[in-house]
């Protein structure tokens, strides 16, 4: 029974989770035009700790997304998962944003897809380019994330 913190820091949106053997328990999130991770992250996480009366060495392990991103978000998430496993020796789990964005549409909808469809998530670099990659239902990456111009 693996009790992991889930950090999403990638986009606008900034979240917290509390997941169980895979399925979420607890989630909390704040959404700001501004990028305002680095503000709000922990007062996310210390919130939902304190409402489900959790602490932070109760976790088993810690996630994030790995990328790709907000480059900022991304290093507040990594620093402070990694903080949190450092001091209390616990795993980190890097989870794929582009990954996670197809996970929900592939496991809600498992007897609609067989192995040769393919997902394409595709995110906004916000810098005229596209970050994209390929996966089929297994979640093999067929094409590794990439970035491409949108011109």
Not at 15 to 38: A, M, P
Not at 98 to 113: D, E, G, W
Not at 117 to 131: A, K, T
């Amino acid at each position: 029974m693996a009790l992991i913190l889930c950090l999403e820091t990638s986009s606008k949106n900034c979240s917290v989770s509390i997941s169980r053997n895979g399925s979420t328990l607890f989630f909390k999130d704040y959404f700001d035009e501004n990028y305002c991770h680095g503000e709000k992250l922990h007062v996310l996480i210390q919130n939902i700790l304190i409402e489900h009366n959790f602490s932070i060495s109760n976790f088993d392990a810690f996630a994030y997304s790995s990328g790709p991103g907000s480059y900022t978000g991304l290093r507040i998430g990594a620093a402070s998962v990694k903080g949190f496993a450092f001091a209390l020796r616990k795993p980190v789990i890097a989870v794929s944003t582009m990954q996670s964005l197809v996970s929900k549409t592939i496991s809600n909808n498992s007897n609609f897809y067989n192995n040769e469809d393919l997902f394409c998530p595709v995110l906004d670099s916000r810098q005229g380019e596209v970050y994209a990659a390929l996966y089929n239902c297994d979640y093999k990456e067929y094409l590794k994330p990439f970035s491409c111009s949108i011109d």
